[in-house]
């Protein structure tokens, strides 16, 4: 069976998370992908940011903490959910757009389980880590692409 050391991209494109937000948007615009990892200066993974961490930029800020309902509260989302919120929505760099501790995969990752971790997940985008250094990255397209040539 294939694994994602046969369908990664090898040579990944990475940011870091001083990176820029509209320079990473612009980079995921104009290579037409939907994420990339971000990398400190070991090369070791400490983020992904993706199209929807920018699109969440776009939300409104939910403020109210609980509001009362026939004398009784009803709690909403937390403060420090509110302030994970606030920040992306105000992210001048990439660290404080990112999804931190993304899952990682490793090399000897099947494609099933990687299509099932995509699906159930709804990642559209996994980075192959190996001794807990980058070494790649397995999207839907490259597994697309694979389950296309195993059919024909």
Do not use: W
């Amino acid at each position: 069976m294939l694994k994602a050391r046969d369908i990664m991209t090898t040579e990944p494109i990475t940011v870091t998370p001083e990176t820029d937000i509209l320079q990473a948007a612009n980079l995921l615009l104009g290579k037409r992908i939907n994420g990339v990892p971000v990398v400190d200066e070991n090369n070791k993974i400490v983020g992904i940011i993706c199209q929807s961490d920018l699109i969440a930029q776009q939300k409104k800020l939910p403020i109210p903490s609980f509001f009362s309902l026939m004398e009784g509260y009803i709690t909403m989302p937390s403060l420090k959910h509110i302030e994970k919120e606030a920040q992306k929505i105000t992210a001048a760099t990439v660290s404080q757009a990112m999804t931190a501790d993304p899952e990682t995969i490793s090399p000897d990752t099947n494609i099933e389980e990687i299509a099932i971790l995509m699906v159930d997940k709804s990642f559209h985008t996994l980075p192959v880590v190996e001794k807990g250094k980058l070494i790649g990255i397995v999207g839907k397209e490259d597994l697309l692409r694979t389950l296309m040539a195993q059919h024909q």
